[in-house]
C-alpha cells in the first residue's frame, strides 16, 4: 500500500508545494513539474452508504422479529452484522445531527428538534463551528458526498429562500449534492423539495405514480452511478434519509393490501407474536422479558368495538409503508452491487432514529397535526369510520395509535421521546461491509450508539479525527469507533457511559446499569400534573442480565441507583443538558423559548412570486386578529388565483379571486372549512382587496368575524368558527401569487393556483388597524419596515 502523503489532521489539507528548481523559459528541458493529483483519501478508503429511516420501533422490522417485511435489511444482515443493542436519542433532529457528527445532541446544539430550540446552548439547533460534520470531514479528505432526503438539522430562522444556508447541506454540511426537504416530516405524496438550496417541484403528480421514497431511491441511484462512471478510484458518501415511516403515512395502497387482515389481534397480541418471533431469531437473549402495558397505554380488548376496524387499517398502512422504504432501500443496495462495488462499501442500515412514535394519540389520527394543535376530539371514533378508506392516501395525513407504537417497540417499554427506556432509544441496526467483516449472519451486543457512527467511518477508511477544520479548532468526537467488533464478536464493549435526555426523560448507561426516569408522556401535548424534576421516580435496571429493563431493582440497591443519578449529572453538566427544558408545545411560540425569528414586529410586506415560504419565514396570525391587504392590477375580463396561501389541504387559510370575486377560506385541519364570499367582482384597474379577521379571544383555537373590502369598500362579511392555534404544517408553506404543494381550497388546484392579474404587493398585518380598511400606497412600505 502507497504510504498516504497528506497531513489530514488539518482540513483543508494545506497547500505545500515542493521546493524545485525553476527555469525561466517553459521551453527549457529541466522545466519538470510533478502532475497534478486529484485529492483522494488513503488507498484502499471504503465507499459509505448510511440509510437512516425514521420513527421505526425496534419491534416492527422482520429483520428484528417485527410483522413489517424487510427482506432487504435480512439480506444485507445475511451478509453483515445485526446490533442489537444499537442507540438513538429518542428524537429524530438530535439523532442525525449527532449522528453526523460524533458528538452528543446537547453537545452540537440539538436537544429537541429545531421547532422547539430555545437560547441554551445545548437546545439551540445551532451547531457549534468547532464540531465538523462528518461530511465535511470526507468530502475535504477527497470523498464525493451527496444526501438524499430529510434534514431536520436546519435552525427555522434560517430555513427561509434567504438562508444564511451554513446548516444546510450541500452548503455548510459537507455534503456537495442534496435533494431532499428541510423539516421534520414531509408529505409523500405532494413534498416541498429543494435541491441544494433551490427549491424545486416533484417531476410527477401522485395521479401519475409519484412517491416520495422512489424520487429520493431514483435521484441516489443516479448520482452513485454518475459517480463511479466518472470517477471510478473516488470513494462516495450517501446519506439516503427518506421521511418514512415518520407520519403522514403514505403507501401505495397495493402495499397496504398486503397486511389487510393481518392486525386484527390487536396490539398485546402482537407484542406476544413478535416477542416469541425475537427469541425465535435470536435477536434478543433467550432469557429476556416481555415488559408489561403500562396503564397510560390502552388495552386492545378496551378499545371501542366500532373503533376496531380503524386501528387496524392504521396498522396495516403503516405495515406497508414500512415494507415499500425497505424495497426502496434495496434498489439503492442493488445498484451499489450491480456496479461491482458493493464488498467495499461500509453500509451502515439503521432501522430507525428513535423508536416508533406515539404521537398520533390513543386513537390514531385522520391528520396527525390535530394533537399538535391540541384539536385531537375533533376526530371522533365516528369521523375516524368515515375516513379510513383513505388512510395512506392523498386525501389523508393520517398517524396510527398510540398501542400500534408500543407493539412496534418490543420487547422494550415506552416509545419515541422517551429517552429514559430503551423503547425509545433502541433501535436494530444491520453493518455491511465484506471487505472489513468477515463475519456473515453475525449477531453483536456490544452497547453502541449513533455517536459511534462517525469515528468508525474515519477509521474505516484510515482517517484522522481533524483536530483543525477551516481555521476553527476542533473538539474532540464523543462516540466510539464500533470497528472493534466487526470481527471480534466477544470483544468487550468500549462505549460504556451514555447518558439520555429528552423533554425531561431522562437516563445513564454505564457498564451494563441503567438507571432512568420517565418525566412526561409524549403523546400528551398538554399533560397535567407533571412533577418537578427532583421528584421524578427513578429505576435501575441490570443490562447484563436484563435485556428489556423488564426487573426495577431501585428499592434493591438504592446506593446504586444514586451512583448511577449522580454520574447522570455529571454528564449533563459536561455536555450541555442543563438546564432540562420539559416544556414542549409552549416551546412553538419563539417568543417563549427565546430563539431569534427571522420576521420582527407585526407586520410584513410580500410580492409577488415569493413561495416555499416555511411557517417560520411569515408573521404568525395565530390566536390574533390579523389582516391581509394586497394592491391589484385587474386586467379586463377579470382575474383569478391565489393572492396569498398558508398552509395546504390539512390546515391553513388562503385569499384568493374566484369567479372574478375575492375569497377567503380558513381550512381547519382540513376536517373544518370556512368561506367568506365577496358579493361583486373586483372591476378592472389597479385595488385594493383586504380581508380583515377579528379574533373572537378568551384563549386558543377560538374563531372570529371576517370582512372583505375593496379600496376600504366593505364588500362581504361571515363567520370562522375555529382557528389552529399552534401550527398549520410541517412541510407545507406560504406562496404568493399561487399556491405550492396541496390547496388550502376545494376551489382551486396548484396547477390552477397562479393569479392572471397582477400582484403588486401583498401587506399581513397583525397590528392595530389605523387606515380605515384602506392602506395609502405611499405608506405601504414605512408603515411594514417600522413594524418588523
Same mark, same amino acid.
Given at each position: ?74 439480506? #444485507? ?58 461530511? %465535511?470531514?470526507?468530502? &475535504? ?70 412517491? &416520495? ?8 441511484? !443516479? ?79 378496551? %378499545? ?6 380503524? &386501528? ?164 474532540? %468526537?464523543?462516540?466510539? !469507533? ?105 416551546? &412553538? ?16 410586506? #410580500? ?50 379571486? !374566484? ?130
Amino acid at each position: 500500500m502507497t504510504p498516504d502523503r497528506h497531513a489530514r489532521t488539518m482540513l483543508p489539507i494545506p497547500d505545500r508545494p515542493a521546493p524545485g528548481h525553476t527555469t525561466y523559459d517553459a521551453k527549457d528541458p529541466e522545466t519538470a513539474y510533478p502532475p497534478i493529483e486529484p485529492l483522494r483519501p488513503p488507498e484502499g478508503a471504503p465507499n459509505v452508504l448510511i440509510v437512516l429511516l425514521d420513527d421505526v420501533g425496534f419491534g416492527a422490522s422482520s429483520a428484528f422479529g417485527g410483522p413489517c417485511a424487510t427482506p432487504n435489511a435480512e439480506k #444485507l444482515a445475511a451478509g453483515g452484522l445485526k446490533y442489537n443493542r444499537f442507540h438513538t436519542t429518542a428524537l429524530c433532529a438530535p439523532t442525525r445531527q449527532a449522528m453526523l457528527t460524533g458528538r452528543n445532541h446537547h453537545s452540537v446544539g440539538m436537544g429537541s428538534i429545531t421547532e422547539t430550540a430555545t437560547s441554551a446552548p445545548g437546545n439551540s439547533s445551532l451547531r457549534p463551528n468547532t464540531k465538523a460534520p462528518l461530511a %465535511m470531514t470526507l468530502k &475535504l479528505n477527497g470523498y464525493s458526498t451527496a444526501q438524499f432526503g430529510k434534514c431536520h438539522e436546519v435552525p427555522v430562522w434560517q430555513s427561509s429562500p434567504m438562508g444564511p444556508f451554513d446548516a444546510w447541506p450541500s452548503a455548510g454540511g459537507g455534503f456537495e449534492t442534496f435533494y431532499g426537504f428541510i423539516g421534520g416530516e414531509n408529505n409523500q405524496w405532494e413534498p416541498a423539495l429543494y435541491e441544494g438550496t433551490t427549491p424545486v417541484e416533484p417531476p410527477a403528480t401522485p395521479e401519475e405514480g409519484y412517491h &416520495l421514497t422512489e424520487d429520493l431511491a431514483d435521484h441516489a441511484i !443516479s448520482w452513485i452511478r454518475t459517480q463511479k462512471a466518472l470517477m471510478p478510484d473516488k470513494p462516495f458518501f450517501a446519506y439516503f434519509a427518506p421521511g418514512a415511516t415518520h407520519a403522514p403515512h403514505h403507501v401505495p395502497p397495493e402495499w397496504a393490501e398486503k397486511y389487510k387482515g393481518e392486525f386484527a389481534h390487536g396490539w398485546d397480541v402482537q407484542r406476544e407474536r413478535t416477542f416469541a418471533r425475537q427469541k425465535e431469531l435470536g435477536v434478543i437473549p433467550a432469557d429476556a422479558e416481555l415488559t408489561p402495558r403500562h396503564d397510560a397505554i390502552p388495552a386492545w380488548d378496551d %378499545m371501542p368495538d366500532e373503533l376496531k376496524p380503524v &386501528l387496524e387499517r392504521e396498522m396495516e398502512v403503516y405495515a406497508g409503508f414500512l415494507e415499500h422504504t425497505d424495497h426502496h432501500v434495496g434498489r439503492v443496495i442493488d445498484a451499489i452491487e450491480d456496479l461491482g462495488v458493493l464488498d467495499n462499501t461500509i453500509i451502515y442500515y439503521i432501522i430507525g432514529d428513535n423508536g416508533a412514535s406515539a404521537e398520533g394519540t390513543v386513537n390514531g389520527a385522520f391528520n396527525e397535526m390535530a394533537n399538535f394543535n391540541g384539536m385531537a376530539a375533533l376526530e371522533t371514533p365516528e369521523f375516524m369510520r368515515s375516513k379510513m378508506d383513505e388512510f395512506g392516501t392523498p386525501s389523508s395525513y393520517n398517524h396510527y395509535a398510540v398501542g400500534w407504537a408500543w407493539a412496534m417497540d418490543t420487547p422494550f417499554q415506552w416509545t419515541k421521546q422517551v429517552a429514559s427506556h430503551w423503547g425509545g432509544t433502541r433501535n436494530g441496526t444491520v453493518v455491511h461491509w465484506p471487505a472489513g467483516i468477515t463475519e456473515k449472519g453475525g449477531l453483536r451486543s456490544q452497547f453502541t450508539h449513533v455517536i459511534d457512527v462517525a469515528p468508525t467511518i474515519l477509521e474505516a477508511a484510515g482517517l484522522p479525527e481533524p483536530t483543525m477544520v477551516n481555521g476553527v479548532q476542533q473538539s474532540p %468526537m464523543e462516540g466510539t !469507533s464500533m470497528v472493534y467488533s466487526f470481527n471480534e464478536a466477544d470483544a468487550a464493549e468500549r462505549h460504556d457511559l451514555q447518558y439520555f435526555e429528552m423533554f425531561g426523560n431522562r437516563g445513564v448507561y454505564h457498564k451494563g446499569w441503567s438507571a432512568v426516569t420517565k418525566h412526561r408522556t409524549p403523546w400528551l401535548l398538554t399533560e397535567a400534573n407533571i412533577p418537578a424534576f427532583d421528584d421524578d421516580v427513578w429505576e435501575l435496571y441490570d443490562g447484563s442480565s436484563d435485556y428489556s429493563q423488564a426487573r426495577d431493582l431501585s428499592a434493591e440497591q438504592p446506593e446504586k441507583l444514586h451512583a448511577l443519578q449522580r454520574l447522570w449529572l455529571i454528564e449533563a453538566v459536561k455536555y450541555n443538558v442543563l438546564p432540562i427544558d420539559d416544556r414542549t408545545g409552549e416551546r &412553538l411560540n419563539p417568543d417563549l423559548a427565546g430563539r431569534p425569528t427571522l420576521v420582527r414586529g407585526n407586520a410584513q410586506l #410580500l410580492f409577488a412570486g415569493m413561495g416555499r415560504l416555511s411557517e417560520n419565514s411569515v408573521v404568525s396570525i395565530k390566536n390574533k386578529s390579523f389582516s391581509v391587504t394586497a394592491e391589484l392590477e385587474i386586467p379586463e375580463g377579470g382575474a383569478n388565483g391565489v393572492i396569498i396561501a398558508q398552509g395546504g389541504r390539512f390546515g391553513g387559510w388562503s385569499v384568493f379571486v !374566484s369567479g372574478d370575486k375575492a375569497k377567503f377560506v380558513y381550512n381547519v385541519l382540513g376536517i373544518q372549512s370556512f368561506e367568506i364570499e365577496a358579493d361583486r367582482p373586483i372591476p378592472a384597474g389597479t385595488h385594493q382587496v383586504r380581508m380583515e379577521f377579528a379574533y373572537d379571544g378568551g384563549g386558543l383555537a377560538k374563531g372570529g368575524d371576517v370582512t372583505l373590502y375593496y379600496d376600504g369598500d366593505q364588500v362581504g362579511a361571515g363567520r370562522v368558527g375555529a382557528t389552529q392555534p399552534m401550527v398549520f404544517s410541517a412541510d407545507e408553506t406560504t406562496d404568493v401569487g399561487y399556491e405550492s404543494g396541496t390547496p388550502v381550497s376545494a376551489d382551486y388546484t396548484p396547477q390552477s393556483s397562479r393569479f392572471t392579474g397582477r400582484i403588486n404587493w401583498v401587506q399581513i398585518d397583525t397590528g392595530d388597524d389605523d387606515h380605515d380598511h384602506l392602506i395609502d400606497p405611499d405608506e405601504r412600505l414605512r408603515i411594514a419596515m417600522a413594524r418588523q
